[in-house]
């Protein structure tokens, strides 16, 4: 069945430094990916999404770009902030069926130090 | 984007009871979807509640623990039986609308003693 491996956390960065969290994924139709994100104590929010190859989804300062060759799905930002700590997902849907059920990677948690 | 409003947001309960968790939706939406977020873990989809017929449980999840209503097209229930301490959790609602965005609710936090 379709699947979402990420990089395993905690990524522990300082203020200013470059993110990359590594997304695969693995699916039998043709997934719309995206990546939510939880901050502590709260609930999930979108980040950004992609339905189609070399479409990249950004929000907030963070890409990411949907390669269908590498079936990746890789979060980046510039330069992180001390407010971008929490934990992110990325997760994939097979949206042709009208179906918006999400899968979900294990999440990556970012601590981002001052 | 669509407003999702869950109740409770948090409680505490005693392991043996049940708790209904009700997800109200801003508009009206073909299918809910609840999720299940264990403690330092990853979303995992319990079931797909459709609107006029019984909801879809996805592997490892069965209708007597988690009864589910979908009485109308903007609102759905999730009932969390007989409960122990394993099943606190954060328990969130879904929905998607066109344009292949998928939004949440704030979820409810489940704690178990």
């Known amino acids: 069945g379709d699947s979402v491996t990420q990089m395993e956390g905690p990524v522990t960065l300082s203020e200013e430094a470059f993110l990359t969290i590594n997304c695969t994924y693995t699916a039998t139709g043709y997934p719309s990916l995206f990546w939510y994100v939880q901050y502590p104590g709260e609930g999930l929010q979108l980040l950004l999404k992609a339905t189609k190859a070399d479409d990249k989804g950004s929000n907030k300062g963070f890409e990411a770009t949907y390669r269908k060759e590498t079936t990746s799905f890789h979060l980046e930002k510039g330069s992180v902030q001390v407010s971008d700590s929490a934990v992110y997902f990325c997760?994939?849907?097979?949206?042709?069926?009208?179906?918006?059920?999400?899968?979900f990677g294990s999440g990556t948690r970012l601590l981002v130090r001052p | 984007s669509a407003v999702i409003s869950q109740k409770p947001s948090r409680d505490i309960c005693q392991r043996g009871t049940s708790l209904t968790i009700q997800c109200q939706v801003d508009?009206?939406?073909?299918?809910m979807f609840w999720y299940r977020q264990q403690p330092g873990q990853s979303l995992t989809l319990i079931a797909t509640?459709?609107?006029?017929?019984?909801?879809?449980?996805e592997s490892g999840f069965v209708i007597d623990k988690f009864p589910i209503s979908r009485p109308n097209l903007t609102f759905s229930t999730l009932t969390v039986s007989n409960m122990s301490p394993e099943d606190s959790s954060i328990y969130l609602c879904s929905v998607g609308r066109s344009g292949n965005t998928i939004y949440f609710g704030e979820g409810s936090w489940l704690t178990v003693v």
């Open positions: 997760a994939l849907s097979d949206l042709t069926d009208s179906s918006y059920k999400l899968i």
């Open positions: 509640a459709n609107q006029g017929s019984e909801a879809t449980y």
């Open positions: 508009s009206q939406v073909t299918m």
